[in-house]
Nanobody, 116 residues
């Protein structure tokens, strides 16, 4: 049974930074892509950023320049560096990994709260 374990969420003042981590516990055969999504209160889950096994990245347009995603294929771990945080970044952040067969794995989410 594969589990994705997220860490790094919490409370921070606007303008601050946080770094989220997500590691796969258990074996995922051939991860093709890793990513982060978020869901704010009363809103749908949305893409934050993804990174492929080859290192190609994709970001939500509104987050380019503030958030940086990176992956460690050897450790089955994905990171999200979040800078210049705003109150509207408050959300539950979910880790996602997709394997060779396009099976998606999700973490349980980590809460990020930005204080104005």
């Amino acid at each position: 049974q594969v589990q994705l374990v997220e860490s790094g969420g919490g409370l921070v003042q606007a303008g601050g930074s946080l770094r989220l981590s997500c590691a796969a516990a258990g074996s995922i055969f051939s991860i093709n892509a890793m990513g982060w999504y978020r869901q704010a209160p009363g809103k749908q889950r949305e893409l934050v950023a993804t990174v492929t096994r080859g290192g190609s990245t994709n970001y939500a347009d509104s987050l380019k320049g503030r958030f940086i995603i990176s992956g460690d294929n050897a450790k089955d771990t994905v990171y999200l560096q979040m800078n210049s945080l705003k109150p509207e970044d408050t959300a539950v952040y979910y880790c996602n990994m997709r394997d060779f067969w396009d099976i998606n794995y999700w973490g349980k989410g980590t809460l990020v709260t930005i204080l104005s």
